[in-house]
C-alpha cells in the first residue's frame, strides 16, 4: 500500500499534541482533583487543550483511513493488530507496574483493567474495543453510499452534544464510588437509560465507534474536494472558541478568587467541553485532518530529506512513543516546575506557564522518538517493543 504522506506528518503532530496535553494538566488537575494556580495558567490550560486535545480522535481517524473496511481476512487483521498492538502495550504495561506504585497491588489490579498510574493507556482499551468491531461493520462500509453514511454520521453528531444535555439537564455531576474505588460521574440519563441500563438509545450509535465513520467518510467521499483548506480552516477555528469559551467560562463559574480548588467532581464538569466525542473535539479533529490532507501533497513531500530521515521513522514509531513518553514526560515535567517555579512568581513572570508546558513536550518529545526509533530497529525484538 502507497504510503500517505500527509497521515506521516499528523501522526508525528499528534504525538507532540499528546505530549502537551499531559504537560498542561499539572496546571489544572492537582490537590484534591482540581487545582488552577493564577487566571493566567487558566488561560494557557484553555489555549493548549483547545489546540492539542484532537490527539486522540486524529489517531483513531488515521486508522481507520487507512484500515477501514478491512483489506484482508478478519484472522489475518487481529493477527497483526496483535502485533501491532497488544504485545508492545504488554510489555510496557508491565514497565509501568514496574516503575510506578507498589508493583504488587499493580499487577492485581492490571487482571481487571490498566494501570491507573500510567493513565494515557486507557486509549489502547478503547482502540482495541473498536477494533473488535471493524469486522462487523467492514461489509457495509464497503457498499455504504454518501446519502447512508452522512445519516449514520448526522445521528453520531448529535451524540457528541450529550456531554452538553447532560450538563445541563443535571447540573454538575456527582461523583459515585466505583467497585475499583476510584470516583466516577453520575450521569444523567438520557432516552432508555436508566440505573438498571447503561444502554440507551443512541449507545451503540455514540462514541469513538464515530471516528471509525468519519475516516470512511473523509477518504471516499471528502479529501479530494477543491474546498476542503477553507472547510478544514473553518472547523478548527470554530472548534477551537468553542473549547477556548467552555473552558474559560466554566473555569470562572467555579470561583473568581484565584487559586481555583475544588474535588474531582469540579475537574470532571471543568473538562465537558474537551470531551473527546463532544462536538467542539469532533470540530478541531475534522479541522486539521482536512488541512494537512491539503497542504502536506505526497509528491513533493515523501522525496524531501526531512520527510525521509525525521517523519517517517518518527511516524512508524509513533505508538511505542505513545507508551512510553509519561516515563519521560513525567520526570522532565516535574524537573522543570521546580527549576523555574510556578505561576506568576516563576522566572518568566505570566509567560512561565506556557514555557514549562511546550518545554515539558519537546524536550519529552526529543528524547522519546530518538528512543523508540533506536528500539525499533533492534532486529527481531524491535517491534514487539514500539508497534
Known amino acids: 500500500m502507497k504510503r500517505e504522506v500527509w497521515l506521516d506528518y499528523l501522526r508525528v503532530l499528534a504525538c507532540l499534541m499528546v505530549m502537551v496535553i499531559h504537560s498542561t494538566e499539572p496546571f489544572y488537575l492537582g490537590g484534591d482533583g482540581a487545582l488552577i ?78 494501570n491507573y498510574a500510567a493513565g494515557h493507556l486507557w486509549f489502547v482499551y478503547m482502540l482495541v474495543g473498536v477494533y473488535l468491531i471493524m469486522p462487523l461493520l467492514s461489509p457495509w462500509a464497503q457498499k455504504v453510499s454518501a446519502k447512508e453514511l452522512e445519516i449514520y454520521l448526522g445521528i453520531w453528531l448529535v451524540t457528541t452534544l450529550f456531554p452538553f444535555v447532560r450538563e445541563l439537564a443535571g447540573g454538575e455531576a456527582p461523583l459515585i ?6 470516583p466516577a460521574p453520575a450521569l444523567f440519563p438520557l432516552w432508555g437509560e436508566a440505573s438498571w441500563n447503561a444502554y440507551g438509545t443512541f449507545y451503540y450509535v455514540s462514541g469513538f465507534i464515530g471516528y471509525l465513520l468519519v475516516g470512511l467518510y473523509l477518504r471516499r467521499f471528502v479529501l479530494n474536494r477543491p474546498w476542503i483548506k477553507l472547510a478544514g480552516c473553518s472547523l478548527f477555528l470554530l472548534g477551537f472558541a468553542a473549547i477556548v469559551s467552555g473552558l474559560l467560562r466554566r473555569f470562572s463559574d467555579t470561583s473568581e ?131
Open 37 to 114: 494556580l493564577t487566571p493566567t495558567d487558566a488561560f494557557w490550560v484553555a489555549i493548549f487543550e483547545a489546540l492539542c486535545r484532537c490527539c486522540v480522535p486524529v489517531f483513531l481517524v488515521a486508522s481507520a483511513y487507512l484500515q477501514f473496511p478491512l483489506h484482508y481476512s478478519t484472522g489475518e487483521f487481529f493477527r497483526r493488530r496483535a502485533v501491532r498492538i497488544l504485545i508492545p502495550m504488554l510489555i510496557w504495561t508491565v514497565v509501568y507496574a514496574l516503575v510506578w506504585g507498589e508493583p504488587v497491588e499493580n499487577f492485581k489490579g492490571l487482571l481487571l483493567n490498566f
Open 177 to 182: 464510588q466505583a467497585a475499583d474505588g476510584l
Open 257 to 387: 478568587i484565584f487559586p481555583l480548588t475544588g474535588s474531582l467532581s469540579t475537574a470532571v464538569a471543568w473538562e465537558t467541553p474537551i470531551n473527546f466525542c463532544g462536538l467542539p473535539v469532533v470540530m478541531t479533529t475534522v479541522g486539521i485532518i482536512l488541512l494537512f490532507r491539503s497542504y502536506c501533497h505526497s509528491e513533493r513531500s515523501e522525496e524531501s530529506f526531512f520527510y525521509r530521515r525525521i517523519i517517517l521513522p518518527l511516524s512508524k514509531a509513533g505508538y511505542g512513543m505513545y507508551l512510553m513518553h509519561m516515563l519521560v514526560l513525567g520526570t522532565v515535567s516535574a524537573w522543570l516546575r521546580n527549576t523555574m517555579g510556578i505561576g506568576t512568581e516563576g522566572v518568566l513572570g505570566n509567560w512561565t506557564t506556557p514555557v514549562e508546558i511546550l518545554a515539558s513536550a519537546l524536550v519529552s518529545f526529543v528524547i522519546v522518538g530518538l528512543v523508540a526509533v533506536l528500539l525499533q530497529r533492534i532486529p527481531k525484538v524491535g517491534k514487539f517493543l514500539i508497534g
